[in-house]
């Protein structure tokens, strides 16, 4: 099971990150336990850590989204949604569209969210 490194001594699962959101030059780590963790990192650092581009991807300046944690999306008044396991909405950003939607034509999941979205 991969981790990430929060501090030196502190790390978290990647399987139990929804997502990260950028608060400047801090990061807040959004768990599937309800728990929000800000690390003294930027948002860039911590996809670097991360280091898996299939499963955390990047939708906005502000967020990073883990796939395994959607429920699907939908378009919104020109825009694209997307919907979380606990309810939370985000909004991807229009330069990171086609980056979004390369990603989830490679992910496994994609499948079901295709059939779910529609």
């Known amino acids: 099971m ?3 490194y929060l501090t030196k001594s502190s790390q978290i699962a990647l399987n139990e990150i929804l997502y990260l ?3 400047e030059n ?4 959004h768990t599937t336990n309800q728990e929000r963790l800000l690390v003294a990192r930027t948002l860039r650092v911590m996809q670097e850590r991360i280091n ?3 499963t955390f991807i990047r939708i906005s300046n502000n967020h990073v989204v883990n796939i395994a944690f959607m429920n ?3 378009k919104e008044d020109k825009k694209l949604v997307i919907i979380l396991e ?3 909405e985000l909004i991807v950003s229009r330069r990171r569209i086609s980056e979004f939607r390369e990603a989830i034509r490679k992910t496994p999941k994609a499948i079901l969210l295709k059939k779910t979205a529609r």
């Open 2 to 4: 991969k981790k990430l």
């Open 21 to 23: 959101k950028s608060d």
């Open 26 to 29: 801090y990061t807040t780590v």
């Open 52 to 54: 898996d581009e299939f």
């Open 72 to 74: 699907g999306w939908r």
């Open 86 to 88: 606990d309810g939370q």
